[in-house]
């Protein structure tokens, strides 16, 4: 039996800033991870200017030409139609998520008390806390935090699934060759997929292109990926030779009370990815830092680290209600052709989308102007169809 301050599960880019930021305040932490290091993470990489301000933030990690290509050129479409975009959008940070996490996790085991990976847990013990490793170990802490992702066994162990089905996200990927897009533009699609989007990243050797959205309104999502491949490159839609892979996402489904007791969930753990863009790098990256300063203040006698660690989420929990209020009206049925539409004829719409998607704009700073704009928009088109009819 070994004994800590603070064991993290997980070394993502949520478990390595919570391992991090507590073993700076002087915490003893121990850091497990299911994987050694580099590992793959399925993801789109992109990194928007908020990451970016976190990833500096806690890791002094700088956004270099080593880790990231840089993307300023972005491009709108539906269904493959354009709609818009702008050459000098908001820059975004295309990384490979495989040397990215590898960089965090290096930087937060070098401040450890020890690190585990590649380690399998075979019991969780909420109440202890405690955890249980393949080979016999039992690591048991004065605080448990649980940093393993969409599918976390922490919060499988606290309620008894991670996850609900008809909530959860899905994200079907590939890697394709690098000149598909030569001159390093992002795309968007609004159309490639039901309350999601399909999506081009660019990035050092290769791009990856993807679809992803609500799960439960996708029964068939492979055929949704199948159709954007074919708009981009024909020649490979139906190789054998092509395979993608697919992750869940917590897509608009976050926890309120993100733990119990001396355990707190973190990034998709606790849900925290954005529901409209689908971003999850930034509260990831935040919310570890969180729960560590709440170990911190807890362990010091301050406070108990449960509370201490929802006052310092609340801003991010008012993000996430924000978003799940405005992407009903970008992605609901029978309106989804609305905010397309409204983002091809105003270009203040689709400087505002761009603005959110880059991590510029908070949905707190866009907040009602943006909303009355497309409540407007919305309201005048369906005038428009009951006066035509
Ligand atoms: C298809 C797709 C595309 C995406 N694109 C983007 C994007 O472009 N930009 C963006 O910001 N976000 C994107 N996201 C979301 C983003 O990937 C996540 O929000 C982010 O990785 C969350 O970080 P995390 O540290 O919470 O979890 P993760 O990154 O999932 O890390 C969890 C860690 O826990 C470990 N682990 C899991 N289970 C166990 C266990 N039982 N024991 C020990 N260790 C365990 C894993 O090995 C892993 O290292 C995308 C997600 C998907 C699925």
Redesign the pocket.
């Known amino acids: 039996m070994q004994h800590f301050d603070v064991v993290v599960?997980?070394?993502?880019?949520?478990?390595s800033a919570a391992a991090l930021t507590a073993a700076k305040a002087g915490l003893s932490v121990a850091l497990?991870?299911?994987?050694a290091f580099p590992?793959e993470?399925?993801?789109?990489?992109?990194?928007?200017g908020r990451?970016a301000r976190y990833l500096a933030e806690i890791f002094d990690l700088p956004t270099g030409p080593d880790l990231f290509l840089p993307s300023t050129r972005v491009r709108l479409t539906f269904a493959g139609r354009p709609i818009g975009g702008q050459e000098d959008a908001p820059r975004l940070h295309m990384t490979m998520r495989r040397d990215f996490?590898a960089a965090l996790h290096a930087r937060a085991a070098a401040s450890c008390a020890q690190v585990f990976a590649p380690a399998r847990?075979t019991a969780i013990d909420t109440e202890a806390p405690s955890v249980t490793l393949a080979d016999g170990r039992c690591l048991t802490a004065r605080l448990l935090i649980g940093?393993?992702?969409?599918n976390s066994?922490v919060a499988r162990a606290l309620y008894g699934r991670a996850f609900d089905p008809e909530k959860i996200g899905f994200?079907l990927?590939v890697e394709l060759d690098r000149d598909l897009t030569p001159d390093n533009t992002t795309e968007i699609d609004l159309g490639a997929a039901n309350w999601g989007y399909g999506w081009v990243?660019p990035k050092h050797g290769s791009i990856t292109l993807?679809v992803?959205g609500v799960h439960a309104r996708n029964p068939d999502m492979k055929a949704h990926f199948q159709r954007y491949l074919a708009q981009h490159a024909p020649h490979l839609a139906d190789s054998p030779r092509l395979r993608c892979k697919g992750?869940?996402?917590p897509f608009g489904e976050y926890r309120k009370v993100p733990g119990r007791g001396a355990v707190l969930l973190?990034?998709?753990?606790a849900g925290l990815?954005d529901p409209i863009t689908?971003?999850?790098?930034?509260w990831?990256l935040k919310s570890g830092q969180y729960a560590g300063e709440a170990a911190a203040e807890a362990l010091a006698g301050g406070a108990q680290a449960l509370p201490a660690y929802q006052r310092r989420l609340a801003y991010i929990h008012g993000e996430m209600r924000a978003a799940i209020r405005i992407r009903a009206l970008i992605y609901a049925g029978p309106i989804r052709h609305y905010f397309p539409r409204a983002v091809e004829r105003n270009p203040s719409m689709s400087h505002s989308y761009l603005q959110l998607l880059a991590g510029e704009k908070d949905y707190a700073d866009l907040g009602h102007a943006v909303l009355w704009r497309l409540a407007r928009r919305l309201g005048g088109s369906v005038l428009g169809r009951r006066r035509a009819a």
């Open positions: 599960i997980g070394s993502g880019p949520a478990g497990v991870d299911k994987s590992r993470k399925l993801c789109g990489g992109g990194v928007t990451s996490d847990i940093a393993d992702g969409a066994a994200g990927e990243f993807g992803g992750a869940f996402l973190v990034g998709d753990a990815v689908g971003e999850g790098i930034a990831a």
